[in-house]
């Protein structure tokens, strides 16, 4: 019984630790819930606005864990699909991509004082009262 009930307790913890880093999207209070889609298209230059009110849309920069499993979950992309796309869409002059900032803190301590901000931090961080607006 014991050889069975540690494995099974390791199994338990790991899948609660990435239960609780669930990414999430959250936005400054002004904003409201929004689709996979539009924040999709956000993400991604094609849309500028979020329920017909600005958004700058906030990534975390490239090699940082989050963004990896936030490309894969809500873009459906790599890190080497996504940096493509905007070298691309830099070239041909169709815009930038979103600002990076550190880490996932620096995320919400901008969402909280720039209206019309949105980034993605996992669950277990978002503090208490914050605005998610999207959530897998």
């Given at each position: 019984?014991?050889?069975?009930?540690?494995?099974?307790?390791?199994?338990?913890?790991?899948?609660?630790?990435?239960?609780?880093?669930?990414?999430?999207?959250?936005?400054?209070?002004?904003?409201?819930?929004?689709?996979?889609?539009?924040?999709?298209?956000?993400y991604t230059g094609r849309?500028?606005?979020?329920?017909?009110?600005?958004?700058?849309?906030?990534?975390?920069?490239?090699?940082?864990?989050?963004?990896?499993?936030?490309?894969?979950?809500?873009?459906?992309?790599?890190?080497?699909?996504?940096?493509?796309?905007?070298?691309?869409?830099?070239?041909?002059?169709?815009?930038?991509?979103?600002?990076?900032?550190?880490?996932?803190e620096d995320i919400i301590?901008?969402?909280?004082?720039?209206?019309?901000?949105?980034?993605?931090?996992?669950?277990?961080?978002?503090?208490?009262?914050?605005?998610?607006?999207?959530?897998?």
């Open positions: 019984m014991r050889r069975c009930l540690i494995p099974l307790l390791a199994l338990l913890s790991i899948c609660t630790r990435l239960m609780a880093d669930e990414v999430v999207l959250i936005g400054h209070s002004t904003l409201q819930k929004t689709d996979l889609q539009t924040l999709q298209r956000l849309i500028v606005s979020l329920n017909q009110q600005s958004a700058t849309p906030l990534n975390l920069p490239p090699g940082h864990p989050l963004r990896d499993q936030f490309l894969a979950s809500i873009l459906g992309q790599d890190e080497a699909q996504y940096s493509g796309y905007w070298l691309v869409r830099r070239y041909v002059g169709k815009g930038v991509p979103p600002q990076e900032l550190a880490s996932p301590r901008a969402i909280s004082t720039t209206p019309g901000a949105v980034g993605y931090v996992p669950l277990s961080k978002v503090p208490a009262g914050s605005n998610i607006i999207f959530k897998r």
